[in-house]
């Protein structure tokens, strides 16, 4: 081999929970830079969650951890153009991708839903996703089904 592998850089834990999954999930929610924005909002989101979710005997860290893994995808369809004919073919997901596909799902989710505030949005599809309810569920429903009605394209994996 030529070329070098990448090294894989080590993450920070955050600076309350001191957990690496939640700042990639910060990560992933940070727009135009704005970390310290994010994980404001992040951690007002985990407040609301708790204060809404008190009866339950979790933390609010542990819920947002369920809700992420309820979400997480394990396969997915790619197109695969073979013949002239594009299949779409079902295939397992790397662990750090479904990782990073859930918070992204999770996100698009909570920015697409109404509300005042991204606190109160991104609060609501936590609690939504931990019920294994609203859209970011929907969606990991979708992609399993999808890669279920393509089961008979499996052979073409490349």
Not at 73 to 84: D, H, L, N, Q
């Amino acid at each position: 081999m030529r070329k070098l592998k990448n090294k894989i850089r080590v993450r920070e834990g955050d600076p309350v929970f001191n957990d690496v999954l939640v700042t990639r999930f910060v990560n992933d929610m940070m727009m135009h830079g704005n970390k310290s924005r994010s994980f404001k909002i992040f951690y007002e989101a985990l407040d609301v969650v708790e204060a809404k979710l008190k009866d339950e005997e979790s933390s609010a860290l542990e819920i947002w951890k369920k809700a992420v893994q309820n979400i997480t995808p394990a396969v997915e369809v790619k197109s695969r153009r073979i013949g002239g004919a594009t299949f779409q073919v079902p295939m397992e997901i790397r662990a750090d991708r479904k990782i990073s596909v859930g918070n992204k799902w999770i996100i698009q989710a909570a920015r697409k839903r109404g509300g005042k505030n991204m606190v109160e949005k991104l609060s609501a599809e936590i609690i939504a996703a931990y019920k294994e309810e609203g859209n970011a569920f929907k969606k990991k429903e979708d992609t399993h089904r999808m890669a279920e009605a393509n089961k008979a394209f499996s052979h073409f994996r490349f």
